[in-house]
């Protein structure tokens, strides 16, 4: 992922880090995790990570489930939830859903 930042064209890479990230990370706190490694070795911000694992953030945090979500808030973490969900805008597939990031975003 360094090296994606260092403006190398390296579509191998982006091919791989595609087709494996919904298997690496299974939970919201494994996301952020990702999010906040990536602006720690690059010294950047989260807002700044390229735009196709920004793409790959949102997508996968629409495919998490309600219990997965409220149960893995972050609340205690640099990066919380409600920061990945209002950076990146995922869209709710249901309105449980919609519910929810609307909840974790105003702390309830």
């Not at 990702?34 to 720690?40: E, F, G, H, I, M």
């Not at 629409?62 to 995922?90: A, C, M, Q, V």
């Amino acid at each position: 992922m360094i090296t994606l930042d260092q403006g190398y064209k390296n579509n191998a890479c982006k091919e791989i880090i595609k087709s494996k990230f919904n298997k690496w990370i299974s939970r919201p706190d494994m996301l952020a995790d990702v999010v906040w490694t990536y602006s720690y070795i690059t010294g950047s911000k989260i807002s700044q990570i390229p735009t196709f694992l920004k793409t790959l953030a949102k997508k996968r945090l629409e495919s998490f489930d309600k219990k997965s979500l409220i149960k893995h808030r972050l609340e205690n973490r640099e990066i919380k939830l409600k920061d990945l969900i209002k950076l990146y805008r995922p869209k709710p597939a249901t309105v449980e859903l919609a519910k929810v990031f609307k909840e974790i975003i105003e702390g309830k």
